[in-house]
């Protein structure tokens, strides 16, 4: 089947109205891209972001516009037409111009273009010396020298494909014994949770401030053969949540922190509190411009020997306790 996606340009006054009459004509599901709404974040951002990628930075002067996919077929069509028609009324009565230019611009996309064309970019991917990363679609053999991670990009973060994700992995390799109980917290994915059980961790709690995130690490835990009885997720923020501080309450071997400078900083007395003596600390997530001030706070919670691995830009860094 093909499909027409269908751009509908106008301004921040214009979107509730316009929201309103997409779903009387039927249509249930629709994209929406405002500037006012980037800036208001850039704005009032609350310190968990260090870096905002150029492509994000560019919907600051973008055209406020709503996105709908239609079915290229006589339903779509109708659709179309309800569409055109209401967008000349509205612009008809918009005397002011509140509402922007009202006009509608249409692309034709094939189903498969749109569902799949994507998964050309997520091939497997090595990572240090023991672990293969591969989305579920491809496949992978190399002689069995290598254990295979099998994550798909729709997840939530981490895949792999970025610098933090894999100088995290590389050090939890040269790290991880045989048995250690490991906490990974800000989890995404899964994915180094679930690569240090494939690597041969004991068990693993992985924690995430999104529920959406907790679920995933759990389905992709199933997905790699982890007994669940070894493998258990939360999600919540143990910085507010005493109830969830105290339930991971622990002494693990390791602990990963794959997330921002400002968070990990806030997180050392929790990392104290979970760490074991003599156990190892991994975090990540770092732009190299703050690695300094992460090691300083860190190392003033009482771990010691930073040991730092660094690639264009982005710094993990390992410690021990």
């Known amino acids: 089947m093909e499909w027409t996606e269908v751009n509908i340009y106008t301004e921040t006054a214009g979107i509730e109205l316009l929201c309103a009459k997409l779903m009387d004509i039927g249509i249930k599901g629709f994209a929406i891209q405002d500037a006012e709404d980037f800036n208001e974040f850039l704005e009032n951002k609350n310190g968990q972001w260090d870096y905002i990628d150029e492509d994000l930075m560019g919907l600051s002067q973008c055209e406020t516009r709503i996105t709908v996919y239609l079915p290229s077929n006589s339903q779509g069509a109708d659709m179309l037409s309800s569409i055109r028609s209401m967008l000349a009324e509205l612009k008809a009565a918009d005397t002011e111009g509140q509402y922007g230019r009202l006009e509608a611009e249409l692309t034709s996309i094939r189903e498969e273009d749109w569902a799949n064309n994507w998964k050309q970019y997520f091939k497997p991917l090595k990572v240090g010396e023991k672990l293969v990363i591969k989305p579920s679609w491809e496949e992978y053999s190399d002689d069995g020298q290598r254990t295979i991670l099998e994550i798909d990009p729709a997840s939530s973060f981490g895949t792999g494909q ?10 939890l390799e040269k790290s991880l014994r045989e048995g250690d109980k490991l906490l990974d917290m800000g989890c995404g994915s899964g994915i180094l949770s679930i690569g240090a059980m494939l690597l041969g961790a004991d068990s693993a709690v992985a924690v995430d401030i999104e529920q959406n995130a907790a679920e995933t690490a759990l389905e992709n835990a199933v997905k790699n053969n982890i007994p669940a009885e070894k493998y258990k997720t939360y999600f919540g923020n143990i910085l507010t949540d005493k109830n969830l501080a105290d339930e991971i ?24 509190r979970y760490i074991r003596e003599g156990g190892t600390l991994i975090v990540s997530g770092i732009i190299e411009e703050r690695m300094d001030e992460v090691i300083s706070a860190l190392e003033s919670a009482g771990f010691k020997g930073p040991e730092a691995n660094v690639k264009e830009g982005w710094a993990a860094v390992r410690f021990t306790y």
């Open 162 to 171: 970025h610098h933090t994700t894999r100088l995290c992995l590389e050090l």
């Open 249 to 272: 309450d622990f002494k693990y071997d390791i602990i990963t922190a794959n997330i921002v400078a400002d968070v990990l900083i806030a997180m050392k007395d929790y990392f104290v």
